[in-house]
């Protein structure tokens, strides 16, 4: 059984920094990719950043330059750092975690408000 918790989320001001974590549990060694996913009300969930068990990483180009992704195998964790953060980046985020043969996996979601 697999379970992904997310933490870190919170309030903080424009121009702010804030840490999400994932901690995995389960088949954590059938996961060929982990990542994190946002999405607001009424609109769709838009991938943020996702991070291969090859160490790629790809970004949303709306974050790229202010987020990074890593992951702590030994902890089975998969962090979301994000800098400069702006109102517009306000919404829950996802922790994922993606398997070979299509298998998928979500956390409960963490909310992130950007505002002064």
């Known amino acids: 059984q697999v379970q992904l918790v997310e933490s870190g989320g919170g309030l903080v001001q424009p121009g702010g920094s804030l840490r999400l974590s994932c901690a995995a549990s389960?088949?954590?060694?059938?996961?060929?990719?982990m990542g994190w996913y946002r999405q607001a009300p009424g609109k769709q969930r838009e991938m943020v950043a996702i991070r291969t068990n090859g160490g790629n990483t790809n970004y949303a180009e709306s974050v790229k330059g202010r987020f990074t992704i890593s992951r702590d195998n030994a902890k089975n964790t998969v962090h979301l750092d994000m800098n400069s953060l702006k109102p517009e980046d306000t919404t829950v985020y996802y922790c994922?975690?993606?398997?070979?043969?299509?298998?998928?996996?979500w956390g409960q979601g963490t909310q992130v408000t950007v505002s002064s």
């Open positions: 389960g088949s954590v060694f059938t996961f060929n990719a």
């Open positions: 994922y975690a993606h398997q070979p043969w299509g298998g998928e996996y």
